[in-house]
């Protein structure tokens, strides 16, 4: 009889703690979040545009900046944001490779495919709650947001990585070196 009222009370104890973890980690921007450390000259393929290319990596100056750009701001702000940062890490990596004539049409694709992505990541910024609604949000509400983020994320990622491979076997080694670590000076 002990045994099941231990397991029911570690089992409450375990809920209590995941909770507000889970809570939080539902959210696709929590507030109080701050940016990861870069690692310097690593940039990796991750969400490029709504969820398909170059990872946001910035320096310690640009993370400084970000931080303080994003704080106050509503969610839906932080969203389209992170979304604005990321066409621009994608625009001057592709500028930085320097496409030839060739391999132009295969970008186009993959871009295409991004911007697809975008929009549809766009559309769930526009749908994230105002300041004064989020009091109002329950577990379950953060939970299912971030769900449909990470869905269309990876929907974008699986859209994406044909075309991305595509373009990525057409990249001469220095290229395929530039688009891999974009910030590398």
């Known amino acids: 009889m002990k045994r099941p009222m231990i397991a029911g009370a570690a089992l409450i104890a375990g809920i209590a703690i995941a909770a507000p973890m889970l809570a939080w980690s ?30 946001d990596e910035v320096g310690p100056i ?3 900046w970000m931080r303080q750009m994003m704080m106050g701001r509503s969610p839906r702000e932080r969203c389209e944001e992170r979304l604005a940062w990321r066409a621009g890490v ?15 049409p295969l970008w186009d694709k993959l871009n295409g495919i991004a911007q697809g992505a975008t929009d549809r990541e766009r559309q769930l910024c526009a749908s994230l709650p105002s300041v004064e609604q989020r009091g109002q949000e329950t577990i379950l509400d ?41 910030f590398r000076h």
């Open 26 to 55: 539902a959210d696709p921007e929590p507030q109080t979040a701050q940016p990861a450390p870069a690692q310097p000259g690593r940039a990796a393929m991750a969400p490029m545009a709504g969820g398909m290319g170059m990872h």
């Open 62 to 64: 640009g993370q400084n």
């Open 90 to 104: 994608i625009a001057y990596t592709v500028t930085k490779l320097n496409l030839t004539t060739e391999q132009k």
């Open 142 to 182: 953060r939970v299912n947001r971030r769900e449909q983020f990470l869905s269309a994320r990876l929907q974008a990622l699986q859209q994406a990585k044909p075309a991305l491979e595509a373009l990525y076997q057409a990249l001469s080694p220095d290229q395929k070196a530039t688009i891999s670590q974009p």
